[in-house]
Each structure stands twice: as structure tokens, then as C-alpha cells.
């Protein structure tokens, strides 16, 4: 779908979109992006000003039964294994995470999966002091500790929980899930509790190191 919007400065408008609610199991993703229509004193025509993606209709197949599912644990003294049908997870106690995804005899893991609290530096937070200031979440980042502290067999798979202690941020409490589903998704999710007087943190999320063999990589962020 294509329109043309002439709008004057902090002026507001409404567009009607169709959107086709697919029958077919999967996520659907709506994308509007504007671009400008002529060249302007501060960018040239095709400058892309505005973009965002939602999710726009969800059907899920239904993965919950009344049975127990059918992964495989295998529980041992340093790593924590979670085997299915063409998959295989391996969760470890002593680098806190996961070391190994194998999908279709294919390693897809090159490092272990680690939480980041940082960022490079832009102009702006070099001014600013940020470096200095929040120095203590790269500390963090490099250095933290995490913990496995259990695992669940559930109806929708296999969770795994972690907890952090991060150096110079003691009182700051962070807790990472992931579940493992049958079909080989794993679904990561993490809280951080913040404490008084920590500093503003530049980053959370997590680092993936994956094998330079990979053509194509899809990641799916949901708030």
C-alpha cells in the first residue's frame, strides 16, 4: 500500500489500511515506513523519516496438552541437557547459559550466550561523562556471574532459570528464563530489578555469537 502525505509541520492526520487476517498458522508483521516525496534542504527524496513494525494478527498453534511433553532432559553435574525430535540445547552451571544449539545436526552456537548491559559510545555520551558514570554495567557485562538456580518440566517445555551477581552492583537482581519448545524455539525472557543509587544502565539484552557459516538470521523482539 502506497500514499502520498502532505502535512504541515506538527500537523496531524489519519490513514485507513487494510490488513488481510490470514488463515494460516504464523506471525504476521505490519511495516510502515515514510519516506520523502522531493528532495528537501535536509535530506534527498527516498530519505526514510519515520518506520515501525507491529504484530498485527498472531495465531498460535496449539502446543499445550494434556500430556507431558515429549522433550528429553538429561540433568548432569555441570551442563543440563534438553534433547527433541532434531534438536538439542545444552544449558551450562559453570558459564551460565547455553553453550550448545544443535538443529538438524547443524551447531548453530559459537560462544555461550551471555546478558550485556553495554553499548559503544556515541558522541553525545562522551560529553556527557556516560563512560565514567556507568562504567560499572561494562564491568558487569565482562565479569558477571550467573547462576542456574533450577529447571521445570512444563506442559508448553522445558524452562530453565538463571539468576545474576554482578560485580560493583551488588544489590541490582536479574533473573533470565528460557523455554525450550518441542519444535526447537526457545523463548528467552529477562527481568532486572534496579536498586538506589545504581547508575543509568546504557544497554539490556543479550549477546549471541553465532558461526560465520549463517546466511540469513530472523530475530523476533517481543516487549
Known amino acids: 500500500m502506497n500514499s502520498k502525505i502532505d502535512l504541515e509541520p506538527m500537523a496531524e492526520t489519519s490513514i485507513k489500511m487494510t490488513f488481510t487476517n490470514y488463515n494460516e498458522v504464523g506471525e504476521y508483521i505490519l511495516t510502515v515506513s515514510f519516506f520523502l516525496d522531493n528532495n528537501a534542504e535536509w535530506a534527498e527524496e527516498g530519505h526514510d523519516v519515520a518506520f515501525e513494525q507491529a504484530i498485527k494478527c498472531k495465531k498460535e498453534k496449539n502446543e499445550i496438552s494434556p500430556v ?3 522433550l528429553k ?9 534438553v534433547h527433541g525430535d532434531n534438536f538439542r540445547v545444552l544449558f551450562s552451571r559453570v558459564k551460565g547459559g547455553i553453550v550448545s544449539y544443535i538443529y538438524n545436526g547443524k551447531e548453530y ?7 550485556n548491559f553495554w553499548r559503544a559510545p556515541i ?6 561523562g556516560m563512560p565514567f558514570k556507568s562504567g560499572a554495567w561494562k564491568l558487569a557485562s565482562l565479569y558477571g556471574r550467573a547462576k542456574m538456580e533450577h529447571f521445570k ?13 554482578l560485580p560493583a552492583l551488588e544489590n541490582v537482581k536479574i533473573e533470565v528464563k528460557y ?7 526457545i523463548e528467552i525472557s529477562g527481568e532486572l530489578e534496579g536498586a538506589k543509587g545504581v547508575p543509568n544502565i546504557p544497554e539490556f ?6 558461526k ?3 546466511k540469513n538470521l530472523v530475530i523476533l523482539l517481543v516487549d
Open 212 to 214: 560465520n557459516t549463517l
Open 153 to 165: 518440566e512444563k506442559l508448553e517445555g522445558v524452562e530453565v532459570i538463571y539468576t545474576y551477581i
Open 109 to 115: 552456537i559459537l560462544e555461550p550466550i551471555k546478558i
Open 68 to 70: 507431558v511433553n515429549k
Open 205 to 210: 539484552g543479550m549477546i549471541f555469537v553465532l
Open 123 to 128: 558522541d553525545n555520551d562522551i560529553a556527557n
Open 179 to 185: 523455554l525450550v519448545k518441542e519444535t526447537g524455539i
Open 73 to 81: 532432559v538429561i540433568d548432569g553435574y555441570i551442563h543440563l541437557g
